[in-house]
């Protein structure tokens, strides 16, 4: 396998030197806010998800899978690979969406983009979606209230939400008021090797509730 490719979890993912992404980068610019690699905390959600897995798709109701913040979009595309996902991938940052479509294309997988803020998410928005993920998503202080807030009218519309972040003091402070005020799972989470990745998850689920 090419320096410039990795795999994880089933998944084909291009590094920021590969051919196509430089092509990318040309064509369509760097994305504005930080959707400009692969991050790791994709690794600590992908790995989760393997162990709690969302209920199986099914013919008759595929499962409805929103990735907010998604960047490249791998979290997403691998709901969409080994779930059988229905997948919708949103962010601020519509600059994002060519680097995601194209992963999604090397993977076999589809996916309908969203240009959206967190805030402006409602919950009859999210009553069309069964799981709600994020990775590597709250980074700035002014994240964490909408994020918190967010992930409340996800429970209100009985969504399953998961997030993952290498430890930030922001991400800390937003699971902890869900912990606290929505009884979310908040906890660290180490990937084993060959990925030697580590983090922690926030995960809602309205079927532990």
């Avoid at 990795?6 to 504005?32: M, S």
């Avoid at 996800?154 to 993952?164: D, E, F, I, K």
């Amino acid at each position: 396998m090419p320096s410039t490719e990795k795999e994880a979890y089933g998944l084909k993912i291009l590094t920021n030197n590969h051919p196509d992404i430089r092509r990318l980068r040309r064509q369509t610019g760097t994305p504005n806010i930080h959707g400009n690699k692969f991050w790791k905390s994709t690794l600590v959600l992908m790995d989760y998800l393997c162990e709690f897995p969302p209920p199986k798709a099914g013919k008759d109701k595929p499962l409805r899978v929103l990735e907010i913040g998604c960047g490249w979009g791998l979290a997403g595309i691998y709901c969409a690979k080994e779930f059988g996902a229905e997948l919708t991938s949103l962010d601020a940052d519509d600059s994002v969406f060519p680097y995601l479509e194209h992963h999604a294309a090397l993977n076999g997988v589809k996916v309908t983009t969203w240009k959206c803020r967190y805030e402006k998410i409602r919950k009859v928005d999210l009553e069309n979606f069964d799981v709600m993920i994020g990775a590597d998503i709250c980074f700035w202080d002014e994240m964490v209230a909408p994020l918190y807030n967010l992930t409340r009218r996800a429970a209100q519309a009985g969504v399953r939400v998961v997030m993952t972040d290498p430890g930030r003091p922001t991400f800390s402070a937003m699971a902890s008021q869900c912990e606290a005020k929505l009884a979310a799972l908040h906890e660290a989470w180490s990937v084993p090797p060959p990925y030697n990745t580590s983090g922690f998850v926030m995960d809602y689920d309205p079927m532990g509730q």
